[in-house]
């Protein structure tokens, strides 16, 4: 199988990781790719978001399988475009995209299909903001309606950064706090079967303890040891299938990756957000583990018989990744810093160049790149992740210590 990866960041490049892995991969293509995916794939250029020029790129290459990782591609509709060639594609149409692209529409469809989430008001002037704010109280969680890769969402106690972002996004959806610890839950589906990934958990601020701005994620590990038996099957039970089948009755069924952002609360899990992706830095982890070979997997997504594909297959131990973050990110992150000691197993590339002239790795990103390592508990899996990043020099960088330490020091609880 002829595989087509479209992409260029960490989660592209655990995929690539993943595919490889694959027997019957025979083929890998990455496009537009980066340096640590060029190690393993042809790269190609192409501007991701393009429908047409995607398409082509996948009728040149002859691929069987487009795999399409970030959100904006998808929700630009790529894969109808590629579709449309009579092409394979893992990820959602255009139109089911919208489950990530609006956070309005995914509010919308949750509450068509009764899916435990919390209470919201979509707002578009400061006096609808004000007021949802007032109902709800601190902490003020705005979320801007549209992609704002991974950084659109403000939680604070202090109103008037609050009504800020508000006015700053245009349209915004207002939301209920959701008190508890966070689960990402991947869900490969083919729009009817739907097979859960491993849970997993990200950070999304920048410093140590939760502290600093929203990011796209600092890191992430797998598996939960504090999840709650049977959360997996409940989510399925109450919140994927509700949500798969109110997309089909509106004629936009959900093909491909659909993420669900969790809070553990008093009263049970509730959905924080939809995404219709592999999220990132969880892709890292969660793929680590994963047996199961990734390009049939999302093959039999992509062409409808998921149903008849086996069990999933997960390694024994857990799995740990720590972002290694440039100088200023996320408010104004600096490039052209060069990298050394990144060409090790385990470092996964994603926002990295290679310098005209001499070929030497350079920052090219916020989140530049990121340790990933397996153990046979977290504790180890931890240490050899930090020992990744510990070896890699980049001027001014910065990444959190603290990346799955709560979990193992038996910290985290559930709200009762």
């Keep these: 199988m002829r595989v087509l990866l479209v992409g260029g960041g960490g989660r592209e490049h655990a995929l690539a990781l993943g595919l490889v892995r694959d027997p019957g991969v025979s083929?890998?293509?990455?496009?537009?790719g980066n340096p640590g995916i060029a190690e393993v794939a042809e790269l190609r250029a192409v501007t991701a978001t393009d429908p047409a020029a995607v398409?082509?790129?996948?009728?040149?290459?002859?691929?069987?399988?487009?795999?399409?990782?970030?959100?904006?591609?998808?929700?630009?509709?790529?894969?109808?475009?590629?579709?449309?060639?009579?092409i394979a594609v893992f990820g959602p149409s255009g139109a089911a995209a919208q489950l990530e692209g609006s956070k309005a529409f995914a509010k919308d469809v949750m509450t068509a299909a009764g899916v435990p989430t919390a209470r919201a008001y979509v707002c578009t002037d400061e006096e609808s903001t004000a007021r949802a704010l007032d109902e709800f109280g601190a902490p003020y969680v705005v979320k801007d309606d549209g992609l704002a890769a991974g950084k659109g969402v403000v939680v604070t106690d202090d109103r008037s950064a609050a009504l800020a972002h508000a006015a700053e996004c245009g349209r915004v959806v207002v939301e209920e706090f959701l008190a508890g610890p966070e689960v990402s839950?991947?869900?490969?589906?083919?729009?009817?079967?739907?097979?859960?990934?491993?849970?997993?958990?990200?950070?999304?601020?920048?410093g140590d303890g939760d502290a600093g701005p929203n990011t796209g994620g600092m890191g992430a590990y797998a598996p939960l040891p504090w999840a709650p038996t049977g959360l997996v099957d409940d989510v399925l039970r109450d919140v994927v299938h509700p949500t798969l089948a109110e997309l089909r009755r509106r004629g936009t069924p959900f093909a491909g990756l659909l993420y669900v952002g969790l809070a553990?609360?008093?009263?049970?899990?509730?959905?924080?957000?939809?995404?219709?992706?592999?999220?990132?830095?969880?892709?890292?982890?969660?793929?680590?583990?994963?047996?199961?070979?990734?390009?049939?997997?999302?093959?039999?997504?992509?062409?409808?018989?998921?149903a008849e594909h086996p069990p999933l297959c997960w390694r024994d131990g857990a799995a740990v990744t720590v972002v290694l973050a440039s100088a200023g990110y996320p408010a104004a992150p600096r490039t052209g810093d060069v990298i050394t000691g990144a060409d090790r197993p385990g470092i996964i590339h994603?926002?990295?160049?290679?310098?005209?002239?001499?070929?030497?790795?350079?920052?090219?990103g916020g989140r530049v790149l990121c340790g990933t390592a397996t153990g046979p508990d977290l504790a180890a899996a931890r240490d050899a992740a930090y020992a990744l990043v510990d070896g890699v020099k980049l001027a001014g960088s910065q990444h959190r210590t603290d990346i799955a330490a709560a979990a193992i020091d038996g910290r985290i609880t559930i709200p009762s």
């Design 27 to 32: 083929a890998l293509i990455a496009a537009p």
């Design 55 to 86: 398409a082509a790129l996948a009728v040149e290459t002859a691929a069987d399988l487009v795999v399409i990782g970030p959100e904006a591609p998808l929700v630009a509709g790529v894969a109808d475009a590629v579709r449309a060639k009579g």
């Design 185 to 206: 839950l991947f869900v490969v589906t083919d729009g009817e079967a739907a097979l859960p990934l491993l849970p997993a958990q990200d950070f999304k601020r920048l």
């Design 264 to 306: 553990m609360t008093a009263a049970g899990p509730r959905v924080i957000e939809f995404n219709a992706r592999f999220g990132d830095p969880e892709t890292q982890v969660v793929l680590a583990l994963l047996e199961t070979p990734l390009g049939g997997l999302l093959h039999a997504a992509a062409t409808g018989t998921l």
């Design 350 to 364: 994603a926002g990295t160049a290679r310098r005209a002239g001499d070929g030497a790795l350079l920052s090219a």
